[in-house]
């Protein structure tokens, strides 16, 4: 297997086991990412989805391209690293691809809509339906997915879900056949999907956890993520003076 990244800055040697451009034969499979990860993660962001996708590509070549959506805020660093080594989100909307990765993005924002990136990420929602056979919309890339797609919006929890959870396998699927009758899951967030929105909207529920609700995407907490997401909380609620742990 060979992943292929599409900007030879990429840094194809922490990356990929090969990079640049190259002519692809027709078992090539073209997935593109659009990494919204704050700029502290944006880097294992791409660790994480290569390691997914090589685990995955069962001797398939794999080319991927990182998109970057301009409205995500950014620092100076974060601004030049996208700049030199993704390609502009206008390049995605003349493209054909067999498969899209979204990644969410930490929320500024109780309303969705407004979020600065929300026109630029709707309009990759309706690209997708019309541009590739298949899209992965992770952590808050879901909510904004279903938001936009089918009306359901999230629901605020009274406190933050944090922690392993278990919870059950109850649909046979593919992206489910070998996993164990019970599982365990990370969960960090501050908001939530009721089931049955989904389920009256088509949705299909993989797995389910009491204390922690539907499953709907691919897990989003690479090792060493969680770690750093709780680090991150425990020191903003230092500096706001907070009475105890988010």
């Not at 398939?60 to 974060?78: E, K, N, S």
């Not at 500024?108 to 590739?132: C, F, I």
């Amino acid at each position: 297997m060979a992943i292929h990244l599409e900007r030879e800055s990429l840094r194809p040697g922490r990356l990929a086991e090969a990079s640049g451009r190259h002519e692809f034969d027709a078992s090539c499979l073209t997935i593109g990412l659009v990494n919204n990860m704050p700029d502290a993660a944006l880097q294992a962001t791409e660790r994480q989805f290569v390691a997914l996708l090589g685990a995955a590509a069962d001797g398939l070549t794999v080319r991927l391209t990182p998109y970057a959506l301009p409205d995500i805020p950014r620092t100076d660093w974060g601004r030049d690293y996208v700049t030199r080594f993704y390609s502009p989100i206008e390049d995605l909307w003349d493209s054909h691809l067999d498969g899209l990765i979204v990644t969410g993005t930490e929320p500024r924002s109780p309303n969705l809509r407004e979020e600065p990136y929300w026109a630029s990420l709707t309009r990759v929602l309706e690209w997708a339906e019309h541009n590739t056979h298949s899209a992965v919309w992770s952590c808050l890339a879901t909510h904004a997915a279903l938001l936009h797609l089918d009306g359901i919006d999230r629901r605020p929890l009274g406190e933050k879900r944090f922690g392993i959870f278990e919870c059950d396998r109850v649909s046979d699927h593919p992206l489910t056949a070998d996993a164990p009758a019970r599982l365990r899951m990370p969960h960090s967030r501050w908001n939530d999907i009721p089931e049955d929105a989904l389920t009256s909207c088509g949705y299909r529920v993989l797995t389910r956890s009491d204390a922690a609700g539907v499953e709907r995407h691919l897990p989003g907490h690479a090792a060493g993520l969680f770690r750093r997401r709780h680090r991150r909380g425990l020191d903003r609620a230092a500096r706001a003076g907070a009475g105890g742990p988010p």
